[in-house]
RNA sequence: GCGGGUGUGGCGGAAUGGUAGACGCAGGGCACUCAAAAUGCUCCGCCGCAAGGCGUGGGAGUUCGACUCUCCCCACCCGCACCA
């Protein structure tokens, strides 16, 4: 007999699909569906965790087809950014050329997955049709004021040449390079991010399939504070700085203030290190290192004193001094803090190193005692005992503290309560030649003049180098060199492009009108938007997600989106990453060498037999060489093998382990169901089965809420159990070609091609992916006996065989008989009897 | 430190407060085979010859009954953090 042969199948299949325009969005009277999984960076090979991703996107996708939804399922690129500028560098060729050959590789390697997707809908961000509507869009952005520019310090990568947002600096790293992040201040231009934190934060609340986790993480991103803002009068500062302005969250310990500090930043640092050498050289030191949060984390804090002063607002004759201090961030409240050491850890370390006051405010109301070298930092929301309180009670807690010494300081004029964010203004320009042109020209006359809208696109010069560092737009010999928009006048074009991170901003819209002219067509955005499922990465859950919320506020305020697409995900599902062993042998030095799974069997090197360490798995990573190529996978054993294993086992959530047993486990079983079809033909006619038509049933409901629920693996678990069923059933060829028709149904969603196949060889009529999803019967579920364990005591014991719809009375009595319940009960009568019909008994003796 | 999450056989994992371990992997046995692969049948939480006992990170509690609910503790993972 003839074998599995997906080879033979899966293009069979694909290409039926293909000519019947099967995956083709089309809008119409049926209820839409948008599926949308996060699209990729084209490096050029797809990786393990594409497939996962795509593939849930898929069994989404397909599973709403069936039901009859008209669905959006699209594919694109995140085509710009810099590992095409690095390419060009270390390779030569231009990043286009580069990155439009890796979206084909890397087309050529998914279409073999036999995804649903509908490609006449595909664009890569770096095509001008794209980037000119998004310069279309930065220009409406302007206009109403979401878009500006201001001289800004920011974070300078000094690797990628390029310069990153706040929101991008993770310890202290570029998020990308990994480079140390120096200081440096530029004119940037800006996104209003900032002015909607409230509502960003408000709008939280709303996203209910969102995973708390990714809106808690967004909620401390946004970082909302309540605090007070106030000024102390200065002694001795420089003329214009006869007042310091300071945020802090803990007005209540203001009676504990000993000195205040202001940062490098400041513009009083900066006035004083104009005619101060001494000022001058450290705070040159501190903007070394300063922005690096990782090494202001572990580097020393170190001050220095003004010897300006300023007076307590509180008591005119009580001075305290004025530190220029390495930890105080100026882009954070005013730049200016006064230290309470007592309450504050950094505070403290500060004061014992030179010697500052530490005066206690509060204490604990169970264990009084001075601070030592640990400050007494209790929640907020525990009460404490005041020693130095001057508003609200006693004892109270932090939080009713701080409240109560914002009104009380308001009350007397020293400052006012103010509600602040953590979140900064987005900065979106980049010194890079792979992305969107920003659309301004730069104007001796007229200053900065946005371009017209019908000089868009401002397309990407073609004719670049990169054997040099820094911006190949910004040494182009004529690109930048242009008219001006409003006085036609010699003007200089802007050469900073966009963030990538905008492009990713939109293109989820601009997949509903993938060809309009315009950004958007408000009709289709109205038709498909939003989006109802998105699936992606948890390392997308803050940057990404929140500037496409921003984007959509913002592209609702410049008409782009209709009000309804104020949250565009509906829904949001982060899955796991895909793990795998790690394997390695030592070289000479004791240094690990790893090796690629494929070069590894039994625990020892194929080539020369050296027996590996294992380590258990982690994140597949090129460096660990713990990572296997899905075109592998899919040439050894087909696209719904790779499918099935990676839906299987693991939750989506969580992490799933590539192994190769599991691998060829579900190539095993995808065979075993397609001998059962294969079969068919070879059955005799006969009876009807009972148990097979409940375990189809049973299939239907148990397949079906694992794919509403998010756990393919309970969905691909019950097609295992029918699987088992269908073999061991005595059914008829009719009737087992009748179950192994709804098993195809039912695998569509995860194995497209096998389903198809089994669908044709149980003779069904056309494609299975137009045969709709099957309708569990109720009554078809249910059996006639039902087995009940009997507890004595709670402790499983025996059990009993009743009818289905036996009654209280029936079942009792039938447990009274029980052998093992005569025995424990001894003639006696049972203390307490607890019947739960369908369920169980318990006699407790 | 703060916030969140997770913890169940050798492994991945199932389980509206109601038979813990579905389903799969790995492993053992058997059949088919000259042999292997493939395939099929079968066993498989731990201790024990058995009867039975013990079992969902640990400890208490609520309940007729707890993986599930409550409290305390432990371990691991993730996020955030000189945020004033």
Known sequence: MARYDPAEIEPRWQAAWEEAGCFVARSGERPKYYVLEMFPYPSGRIHMGHVRNYTMGDVVARHKLAQGFAVLHPMGWDAFGMPAENAAMEQGGHPADWTYGNIADMRAQMKPLGLSIDWSREFATCDPEYYGQQQAMFLDFLEAGLAYRKAAVVNWDPVDMTVLANEQVIDGKGWRSGAEVERRELTQWFFRISDMAEELLEALDGLEAWPEKVRLMQKNWIGRSRGLQFAFSTVGAPEGFDRLEVYTTRPDTLL????????????????????DPEVAAFVAECRRTATSEEALETAEKVGMDTGIRVRHPFDESVELPVWIANFILMDYGTGAIFGCPAHDQRDLDFARKYGLGVIDVFESLSVPEPVGDTAFVPPKTEPVRYVRGFAGAEVQTGADAVEAAIEFCEARGVGQGVTRYRLRDWGVSRQRYWGCPIPVVHCPDCGVVPEKKENLPIVLPKDVSFDQPGNPLDRHPTWKHCACARCGGAALRETDTMDTFVDSSWYFARFTAPRAETPTDTAAAGYWMNVDQYIGGVEHAILHLLYSRFFARAMIATGHLPEMCREPFSALFTQGMVTHEIYLTRDDRGRPVYHLPEQVEGGRLIATGAEVETIPSAKMSKSKKN???????????????????????????????????????????????????????????????????????????????????????????????????????????????????????????????????????????????????????????????????????????????????????AIEAAAMADEQVVKALGGAAPKKLIVVPGRIVNVVV
């Open 256 to 275: 504990g203030a000993s000195f205040a500090a202001i940062s490098p930043d400041h513009p009083l640092a900066r006035r004083l290190e104009r005619d």
């Open 627 to 809: 990572v296997v190529d899905p075109v592998n996978i899919v040439r050894a054993y087909g696209a719904d093998t790779a499918r099935w294993f990676i839906l299987s086992d693991s939750p989506p959530e969580r992490d799933v382990e590539w192994t190769a047993a599991g691998a060829e486990a579900a190539f095993r079983h995808l065979g075993r169901v397609w001998r059962l079809a294969a079969e068919l033909e070879t059955l005799p006619e006969g009876a009807e089965d009972a148990d097979l038509r409940r375990a189809v049933h049973r299939a239907i409901r148990d397949v079906s809420e694992g794919i509403e629920g998010f756990a393919f693996n309970k969905s691909v678990a019950a097609l295992y159990t029918l699987t088992n069923a269908v073999r061991e059933s005595t059914a008829g060829r009719a009737a087992r070609a009748e179950a192994l028709r709804v098993m195809a149904q039912l695998m569509a969603p995860m194995v497209p091609h096998l389903a198809e196949e089994v669908w044709r060889l149980a003779g069904g009529d056309g494609l299975v992916v137009d045969a709709g999803w099957p309708e569990a019967d109720p009554a078809a579920l249910v059996e006639a006996t039902v087995t009940l364990p009997i507890q004595i005591n709670g402790k499983r014991r025996s059990e009993i065989e009743v009818a289905r719809d036996a009654d209280r009375a």
